[in-house]
């Protein structure tokens, strides 16, 4: 299986079939999910594991009532992951995991309220979020496509 490259002359760009196999397999596709969701699933367990932790985090952004936010992010964090690893509904975990991040991401990242290196990490966290909520659309993506072929 090579992807292939229609302007002549550059076909040796074409993606080997080696390469091909060894990232297109249910496996490595499984430890892609894992690893998207990895910030989710254990900022999910920190916030059940340390509930009043999560519910202060929510007060400090501003969110009432604090625990019924904090409640809520448990749920869409470990929820969504489980869905997303579980390649089952992947549309609606990965969904709610990139609404999330959409959502958090303007409550917690404020680039344009800031200024100096402040406001250049900021930045930084609100694009890098941005690439996590486009992550998620390629993972429904591939899993639209349905199982490799041998």
């Given at each position: ?120 990490a900021e930045l930084n966290s609100f694009l890098e979020h941005a690439t996590i909520c486009t992550a998620f659309i390629l993972i429904v ?10």
């Open positions: 299986m090579t992807m292939a490259i229609g302007l002549p002359g550059l076909q040796w760009l074409a993606t080997p079939a080696i390469v091909a196999h060894v990232l297109d397999n249910p496996v490595t596709l499984l430890l892609a999910r894992i690893c998207m969701t990895l910030p989710f699933w254990v900022g999910g367990l920190v916030k059940l594991l340390d509930w009043q932790g999560g519910v202060v985090e929510m007060e400090k952004t501003g969110l009432r009532p604090a625990w019924a936010f904090n409640l809520t992010v448990v749920i869409v964090e470990l929820g969504g992951s489980a869905l997303v690893i579980a390649d089952w509904a992947t549309w609606l975990g990965a969904g709610a995991l990139g609404c999330f991040t959409f959502l958090s991401t303007f409550i917690a990242h404020r680039f344009w309220r800031a200024t100096g290196k402040v406001r250049a993506v591939v899993g639209l496509r349905g199982p490799p072929v041998p």
